[in-house]
């Protein structure tokens, strides 16, 4: 059935480092790709996201790549900051068909000043 | 403020009761999805509904059932809960049918004594 898969699970870094997590999904008619971030107890909110005619997007410290031959996509957080810190979800879905949006299982992020 | 409202907030109930928690989609927005979040936990997709009908089915219980109404606010209904059952609930809405983004209400946090 249709699987995303989330790597790493936490992350610790230092405030100023790069952080990058990565996502497989299985479903090769998937052809959109959100980044979602919770922080505790509240919603998540999408920060970023990438269709598969891009391979690659940007917004200021984030970014977000894509390979389709490969089916995975990664998040890209440079000159990271305490509020980063949060969970962060990659999703799929497709534009077709039953459209439902597979979540990762998150990557617990922690940014260290 | 993403726009999505739901209600309430907190709920307390008791083993083999039975809930309600309501969803406002952002005005426009035709479907809606419901997801559970179990503590720590990621995002299960439950059910969606477009334009009134069910479009997609995750791992929803048959103790659980959802609709969405002719102005397009939705209602999952929790029946025969149990200590397992406690979650946060959210509910995103979304323009059209998959491939878009999909903007998540405050959530409801199912507590089950």
């Known amino acids: 059935g249709e699987n995303v898969e989330q790597h790493p699970s936490t992350l610790s870094v230092q405030e100023g480092d790069s952080a990058v997590i990565k996502c497989t999904y299985s479903?090769?008619?998937?052809?959109?790709f959100p980044w979602y971030k919770q922080e505790l107890g509240k919603r998540p909110q999408l920060i970023i996201d990438?269709?598969?005619?891009?391979g690659e997007k940007k917004d200021q410290r984030i970014a977000v790549t894509l390979n389709k031959t490969a089916k995975h996509f990664s998040l890209h957080i440079t000159e990271t900051q305490p509020e980063d810190s949060a969970v962060y979800f990659c999703?799929?879905?497709?534009?077709?068909?039953?459209?439902?949006?597979?979540f990762g299982a998150g990557t617990r992020l922690a940014v260290h000043p | 403020d993403s726009g999505v409202t739901q209600t309430p907030k907190h709920l307390i109930t008791a083993t083999g009761q039975r809930v309600t928690l309501r969803c406002s989609p952002r005005?426009?927005?035709?479907?809606v999805y419901w997801y559970q979040q179990s503590l720590d936990q990621g995002l299960q997709f439950l059910i969606q509904?477009?334009?009134?009908?069910?479009?997609a089915k995750g791992n929803i219980l048959e103790r659980f059932s959802a609709q969405q109404f002719p102005d397009l606010h939705s209602e999952l209904n929790l029946s025969s809960l149990e200590l397992g059952d406690s979650a946060l609930y959210f509910c995103?809405?979304?323009?059209?049918?998959?491939?878009?983004?999909?903007?998540f209400g405050p959530g409801t946090r199912l507590t089950v004594l």
């Open positions: 509904y477009y334009n009134g009908e069910e479009r």
């Open positions: 999703a799929a879905g497709s534009s077709g068909g039953y459209n439902k949006l597979i």
């Open positions: 479903d090769s008619a998937s052809n959109y």
């Open positions: 990438i269709r598969s005619n891009v």
């Open positions: 005005s426009g927005d035709l479907s």
């Open positions: 995103a809405s979304s323009v059209a049918m998959g491939g878009n983004e999909q903007f």
